[in-house]
T-cell receptor, first 115, second 117 residues
Framework: AQKITQTQPGMFVQEKEAVTLDCTYDTSDPSYGLFWYKQPSSGEMIFLIYQGSYDQQNATEGRYSLNFQKARKSANLVISASQLGDSAMYFCAMREGRGYSTLTFGKGTMLLVSP | GAVVSQHPSRVICKSGTSVKIECRSLDFQATTMFWYRQFPKQSLMLMATSNEGSKATYEQGVEKDKFLINHASLTLSTLTVTSAHPEDSSFYIC?????????????FGEGSWLTVV
């Protein structure tokens, strides 16, 4: 079974509009972290936002916010006031509570922002 | 600024030759680094976990003898693609975490585009 599911292969949004990128996860570990990364065409992975499984409040970082619904095991990324530079691939990832465990990635969502 | 640096960013090599990619943590010691491979329009696939001072742990299906990983120091891990073939052409990217624990951000290098001709 997939640990991270991103059901939207592609999303379109107009500049200045808000957009939500979906992510659901599966784990039996009570301690885990959820991450979102942005990957532009250059290939670098840019860290956007983090949500811990024990965090009571939804994470926010500037125009990025994470809609964390623990019971539903979802961690959707909300980008407010989209900009042309937001066009990129977005990956949701999870890290489970084991020492130096790595990230497990979803398949990604390609976001295109139009003028 | 970048905390994990990867070099080279792009490399073209002839089929049958070997290519080395370096991954450095710039301002922290990384006991563990991770190497990923990414095909076009696909997600990152974990290849191996690089452990300083010991052998790397490879994911199922990854050839140990083809993708040699060496973690010689706490700030440097290298991936060597041996006897490269065109099917090895891909984007390779490394990552490292400053500390243990799920909440510690994993930083990525800039990635390396490998083209085997």
């Amino acid at each position: 079974a997939q640990k991270i599911t991103q059901t939207q292969p592609g999303m379109f949004v107009q500049e200045k509009e808000a957009v939500t990128l979906d992510c659901t996860y599966d784990t039996s570990d009570p301690s885990y972290g959820l991450f979102w990364y942005k990957q532009p065409s250059s290939g670098e992975m840019i860290f956007l936002i983090y949500q811990g499984s024990y965090d009571q409040q939804n994470a926010t970082e500037g125009r990025y916010s994470l809609n964390f619904q623990k019971a539903r095991k979802s961690a959707n990324l909300v980008i407010s006031a989209s900009q042309l530079g937001d066009s990129a691939m977005y990956f949701c990832a999870m890290r489970e509570g084991r020492g130096y465990s790595t990230l497990t990635f979803g398949k990604g969502t390609m976001l295109l922002v139009s003028p | 600024g970048a905390v994990v640096s990867q070099h080279p960013s792009r490399v073209i090599c002839k089929s049958g030759t070997s290519v080395k990619i370096e991954c450095r943590s710039l301002d922290f010691q990384a006991t563990t680094m991770f190497w990923y491979r990414q095909f076009p329009k696909q997600s990152l696939m974990l290849m191996a976990t690089s452990n300083e001072g010991s052998k790397a742990t490879y994911e199922q299906g990854v050839e140990k003898d083809k993708f040699l990983i060496n973690h010689a120091s706490l700030t440097l891990s290298t991936l060597t693609v041996t006897s490269a073939h065109p099917e090895d052409s891909s984007f390779y990217i490394c990552s490292a975490s400053k500390d243990r624990g799920v909440g510690n951000t994993i930083y990525f290098g800039e990635g390396s585009w490998l083209t085997v001709v």
